[in-house]
């Protein structure tokens, strides 16, 4: 038994008003043929010895061991069930529309009833997986108010590009471990995929870089982490190139560009289909260091305005891209004869 608190109020038990005590005990109990064991709550009189429950704590205890006999059996506690609803802000009449579910099924859930386990299974899949619940949003979006959509897309839509970040970030580094120990590589740096994104929104925000599709980007890229580590005896983003037909190119720049924070669009093009890479409204480098900026700002004069088939051109002479191999990986030893100073 624990004490949690003690106040004066006419104890039932004895009918008299004096100190009653609110406790825990430990209980065990049979649900579904199962044995289980939680924390239970009461008041208890000191004076005749005895316990007794009110309504609200008669609910909690119900809700305790059922939660209990969810944790044995690996289903959702009730407590979880909330919190993922909550992730999504959403009503717990709108989320049985979106799951098709009867309006009062996730209030039940909630409380007192035990989900069965496909019910569980479609719970879990809608907290690991925001883009799933946007397709059930927009499906039901004709049922909704117009109000409680935009706030639901705006939520799910947040939780979307934060767990695809996390996923892509996750995806990149593991193709990056195997340069962890080959500072040629990697310039000697490790991977910073936060610089890696200011340095490319630092790119598209100045107005002295013109039209930054993707092949041009990889050039600059490649150019500032050269021109740093020709300065300063180190790249500045731990980004690892391989040479290509284009020019410079960093391993896994597809997941890169594909990160929330860059602003990237699809521009149909004579012969297909160009990435173009644009201003943000972040103005701010919180990765960057002035010096780092310096470079940035070196590369810009020189190929901010330049087309790219010019940048291509210009990598096409550099050393480093000659003595390395189609397909290699680029050392950064020879960028000490960078045309850039």
Known sequence: MKILSSEIMLCPCCMEKHAVQTITVNEQNIFKGVSVEYNAE????????????????????DIAMKDAYREKEGLLTSVQIVAIRSKYGISQSDLCLLLGWGGKTITRYESHQVQDAAHDMILRKLDSDPEWFLQLLNAEKKS?????????????????????????????MSKYARFLRNPEATGGKSL????????????????????????????????????????????????????????????????IVDLSSIHCEEVEMGDGTGYEFLP????????????????????IRRFGRVSKNAIVETMHQEDAYIRTALHDIIQFQYTRTLSLS
């Not at 005749?48 to 008669?58: G, L, P």
């Not at 799910?156 to 970030?169: C, S, V």
């Not at 107005?207 to 150019?223: A, G, Q, T």
């Open 144 to 172: 909704l108010s117009a109000t409680s959509y935009a706030r639901y897309a705006e939520i799910g839509t947040a939780l979307f590009e934060q767990n695809h970040d996390l996923y892509l970030r996750s995806a990149v």
């Open 280 to 299: 943000t409204e972040d103005k701010e480098y919180r990765y960057l260091t002035f010096e780092d900026m310096e470079i940035l700002d070196a590369v």
């Open 42 to 61: 009461y008041f208890y009189c000191d004076r005749t010895d005895e316990t007794y429950a009110d309504e609200r704590q008669i609910s909690m205890n």
């Open 192 to 255: 910073s995929l936060d610089v890696v994104v200011d340095m490319i929104r630092y790119y598209a925000n100045s107005p002295m870089v013109e039209n930054l599709f993707r092949v041009k980007l990889m050039k600059m890229l490649w150019y500032a982490d050269a021109l740093s580590y020709k300065r300063r005896g180190h790249s500045i983003s731990g980004l690892v190139y391989r040479a290509l037909p284009m020019g410079a190119v960093p391993v896994a720049y597809e997941s």
